[in-house]
């Protein structure tokens, strides 16, 4: 049975930035009473508190902050990069400990946006962009999907589990 990284603010885990959740959704909680979900926040993982200031990547590629030529920032400026990058780190730790190739992440998220961002400019904007762990996992081959696209991640799923039969 192919398990999943899930972001814990798409499974009613109270860990977003404002000390929100999402969800549960429920396809996610079918999967978690499956056993399938391993489940992760990146921030909080990464050292980050819950509630904590809003972050924003500027120009919203999490890409650029592994290379390290962008940092992640608050909105009062300060820089949050070395928590976003641990915990991309721990999801990659994760996704090698089970043997992870799907991941379904929280959309527009700094961390775990796969699609798009905020611009940095903490005015609403978004931009064609992914978080910092999105990054992270799509380059290690983990497919990222967001919380719009559970259809598509249980799809990719099944395909998984045919092609390992």
């Known amino acids: 049975m192919e398990k999943l990284l899930v972001s814990r603010c798409l499974l009613g885990h109270r860990v977003r930035y404002d000390g929100g959740a999402h969800g549960p959704f429920d396809l ?18 990464g050292g980050l508190p819950t509630p904590r200031p809003p972050a924003e990547i500027p120009g919203g590629q999490g890409a650029q902050v592994l290379d390290g030529s962008r940092p992640v920032l608050t909105d009062s400026g300060d820089d949050v990069t070395t928590a976003f990058v ?5 999801a990659l730790q994760l996704v090698q400990q089970h043997g992870l190739r799907v991941a379904v992440l929280k959309a527009r998220s700094p961390s775990c946006g796969n699609s798009h961002n905020y611009d940095g400019s903490f005015s609403g904007t978004l931009v064609a962009g992914e978080g910092v762990t999105a990054a992270l996992l799509r380059r290690a081959g983990v497919k990222v999907f967001n919380e719009t696209q559970l259809s598509e991640a249980a799809t990719e799923l099944a395909r998984l589990e045919r092609h390992d039969d």
């Open 28 to 45: 996610l909680q079918r999967w978690q009473d499956e056993g399938r979900i391993v489940p992760l926040c990146p921030e909080v993982a």
């Open 86 to 90: 641990a915990g991309a780190e721990i």
